[in-house]
């Protein structure tokens, strides 16, 4: 059974930092796209960043850009995001996401992520 479970999450200041951690079981994502997501009361879930397989190609949301910065480790099957200048609008549950597919996919898309996890709160205070 694969589990993708999320960590790190919190209360934070506007200006502070998380870094939230997605630790992956029952199956080795170091040949697929993980990314992640988010979802703020009343929206849609929006992308956040992706990693491809070998971490040498990152993508990131205008919003995030410059903040966040994702990273990963295929020895531990662990996905990392570090997100510094937290702001209010940065509120959300924030999912971590793994492709099954190896090669290129759309990361930016949550239909081209196979596997989710159950979210972990981030809430930024003014």
């Known amino acids: 059974q694969v589990q993708l479970v999320e960590s790190g999450g919190g209360l934070v200041q506007a200006g502070g930092s998380l870094r939230l951690s997605c630790a992956a079981s029952?199956?080795?994502?170091?040949?697929?796209?993980m990314g992640w997501f988010r979802q703020a009361p009343g929206k849609e879930r929006e992308f956040v960043s992706a990693?491809?397989?070998?971490?040498?190609?990152?993508y990131y949301a205008d919003s995030v850009k410059g903040r966040f910065t994702i990273s990963r480790d295929n020895a531990k099957n662990t996905v990392y995001l570090q997100m510094n200048s937290l702001k209010p609008e940065d509120t959300a549950v924030y999912y971590c996401?793994?492709?099954?597919?190896?090669?290129?996919?759309?990361?930016?898309?949550?239909?081209?992520?196979?596997?989710w996890g159950q979210g972990t709160q981030v809430t930024v205070s003014s």
């Open positions: 029952g199956r080795t994502f170091s040949s697929n796209a």
């Open positions: 990693i491809n397989w070998s971490g040498r190609s990152t």
């Open positions: 996401a793994a492709a099954s597919a190896s090669g290129y996919i759309n990361y930016r898309i949550t239909s081209s992520y196979d596997y």
